[in-house]
């Protein structure tokens, strides 16, 4: 668990806000509210404080998450954006809609808040305490809806505090969130762009900007939705629960290794799991482009973290 003192409930007032920004550009947790629902934010780049949100909201599996921005300007920084995604942001940004973008190469933002994937989401809320957090903490916030996994999104710091009291540093208190529904997701397939989830802005109103939305569950497309939302798996193939890598293998170690021949990235040579979470999206990677054709992953203790770090870990392992 991130943290075990009560959660801090914080004022929106100059005070509130700036005990959350800085909070927040500390590696800490704490939920705000956006006009949709309440966000459990943390630092974006920092890959530790957001393997902490999977932990404090006991996700089974490591879901992409949106970046919150306080604008477009600085959402050019992280993602590219695509033509029609241009005439969205600009249309309604600041508000419920979510763009899915392909990541800059020099974008800062941890792999593990695109699950892997090369691509990240990214949205500017409209609540005026969401956008006024975001720019005074000077970092992308990475932010799902703030209840435990498998509950529903909460509307009220109230909520938030059932569900997260002691497990996140603070929850802004901004009162009830205007829209209540999470905002829509909008991804892009050459000129197309597709509807991933629908929500807070109408699917209507975004065509009679661009005209009509692919749907992601058309059979006749080639980008099914299992491909578009599928999580990273690395060209490598992999072999699980392995203590000594054969010869030829990358290895992927945990914990205290002697190993040394060939390519190899040690998720956590302390054997802490939210360094393993934290660094395992980008390991994967790493690996790949050392060009093995196969990696072998060491055991990783199915415990807190370590759950969705081997959920993701046989996830990658199956035969394609
Ligand atoms: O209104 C909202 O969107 C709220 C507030 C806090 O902004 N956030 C929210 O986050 O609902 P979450 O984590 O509960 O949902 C994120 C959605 C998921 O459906 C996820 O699959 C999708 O966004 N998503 C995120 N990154 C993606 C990516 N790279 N590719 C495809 N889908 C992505
Ligand atoms: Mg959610």
Request: charged share 20%; aromatic share 4%; proline share 10%.
């Amino acid at each position: 668990m991130p943290t075990a003192a009560p959660t801090a409930r914080l004022a929106p007032d100059d005070e509130g806000l700036s005990t959350a920004a800085d909070l927040l550009r500390t590696g800490r947790l704490v939920a705000f509210p956006t006009e949709t629902v309440y966000g459990l934010g943390a630092d974006a780049t920092n890959g530790e404080a957001v393997a902490a949100i999977f932990e404090a909201k006991g996700r089974p599996s490591f879901n992409p998450l949106i970046v919150h921005v306080p604008d477009i300007e600085t959402a050019r920084t992280l993602v590219v954006f695509h033509p029609k995604a241009e005439h969205l942001a600009k249309a309604f940004w600041p508000g419920p809609l979510t763009l899915v973008l392909p990541r800059r190469k020099d974008c800062p933002v941890s792999d593990l808040v695109s699950a892997g994937l090369p691509t990240l989401a990214v949205r500017v809320p409209a609540a005026p305490v969401a956008l006024a957090l975001l720019s005074k903490a000077g970092v992308p916030v990475a932010a799902p809806s703030a209840n435990r996994s498998g509950g529903v999104s909460p509307t009220t710091a109230g909520h938030v505090l059932k569900d997260l009291n002691g497990r996140i540093d603070a929850v802004l208190d901004g009162g009830p969130a205007a829209v209540g529904l999470e905002s829509t997701v909008i991804g892009f397939d050459g000129d197309d762009a597709v509807l991933l989830r629908p929500g807070g802005l109408a699917a209507e109103e975004i065509e009679a900007l661009i005209g009509p939305l692919a749907s992601h569950q058309d059979p006749e497309r080639p980008s099914s939705p299992g491909q578009l939302l599928s999580h990273y798996a690395p060209s490598a193939s992999l072999r699980l629960n392995i203590s000594e890598p054969e010869q030829g293998e990358g290895f992927l170690a945990f914990g205290a290794s002697n190993h040394t021949s060939g390519p190899m990235r040690n998720l956590s040579p302390s054997g802490d799991l939210r360094e393993a979470a934290a660094n395992l999206f980008a390991f994967l990677r790493a690996l790949d482009e050392d060009g093995v054709t196969r990696i072998a992953v060491a055991p990783i203790p199915m415990e807190g973290l370590g759950v969705a770090i081997n959920d993701r870990l046989q996830r990658a392992a199956e035969p394609r």
